[in-house]
């Protein structure tokens, strides 16, 4: 069964068991987990990584069935759900949980999915697809915000925090959170206070290091770090960029492999390539194959992890990682 984001309310009349959540907005699929499932949950909540289900299934799946008089309601997140899944699933649809919910997180799935399929087809299942954030759904967010933080912003800068987003919802609470502090001791914000708060975004750092990365200008990419002492902070936002940045890419090469010229995929593109960034982003389609794209998207993410797991070492494993193509 298919259930749009928007369209979630209309779940909680419903009696679903397992939940797919795919897509490559990373922010929407937290923000769907964390205030539509997690929010008023009272019971456990169980979080894995799809090889932790795949390398103990058959314990995970024993510990689904077996029932116990003080059993709690146990809400499951999976990260990185893909079509190994299949297996457990098909299992699980085959008995009836017991007071367990699960909820699967993926990356964009593409139609032949197995997993996708499943998770469409049938009707005791929920698929939620997430999309890209556009220029309208960040500038709801940061009404919203304004509207729960009795602040008042001008539409321009409103639309500076949506421009600087760069597209991520993750990127634009993070900026919202600073203005939000900022508030405490100041009640009337400027651009100018915008500018200097986002000092990150105002350098262009992170950004710069994320584009000539995947455009394999390995002396650019020597001199940014060499230039800059990024902390573990700014090391999540550079796996971020280059994240979300290849994900486009995978994007582009789809498109230039259906025989498509390369000019006109960048003009057509959307959300819109701004038209400073075109040159880099035509090099980057002609530096990697489509197949490549996949494979540093699968790095990148694992990368996230480690880094995730060993703060104190992010810096030299972000070092390592972009300096190396």
Known sequence: MIVKSFEIEKLKSK????????GDNYGAKEDLVNNFYIKNFQGEILRYDENEILNNSDEFILSLFNKSLFQNDKLIIISRGTDKLIKVINHVLENK???IK?????????????????????????CIPVYSDDSRTLGSIVHNFIRENNLKLSQEIINILVERSKGDRIFLKSEL????????????ISIDDIIKLSNLAENFTVFELSDNYLAKNSKRVSNILNENNYSSEDCI?????????????L?????IDNNENIDQVISRFKPPIFW??????????????????????????????????????STLFVSDFVSNF
Do not use: G, M, P
């Not at 009696?15 to 795919?22: G, R, S």
């Not at 959170?177 to 009337?188: D, F, G, I």
């Not at 040159?279 to 990368?303: F, H, M, P, Y």
């Open 177 to 188: 959170e600073k203005l939000q502090n900022l508030s405490l001791s100041k009640k009337k």
């Open 251 to 255: 994007k582009i090469r789809n498109e």
């Open 15 to 22: 009696i679903c068991d397992l939940h797919l959540i795919y």
């Open 276 to 313: 400073k960034e075109k040159n880099i982003v035509k090099k980057q389609a002609q530096s990697w194959s489509t197949s490549e794209v996949k494979e540093i998207i699968i790095k990148i993410n694992n990368l996230e992890a480690l880094v995730k797991k060993n703060v104190a070492n």
């Open 97 to 99: 949980l017991s007071n």
């Open 237 to 249: 936002l550079i796996i971020r960029t280059l994240l979300n940045k290849s994900k486009r890419l």
């Open 102 to 126: 699960i909820v699967i997180k993926s990356s964009i799935l593409e139609k032949k999915s197995k997993l996708r399929t499943l998770f469409e087809k049938e009707k005791r299942t929920v």
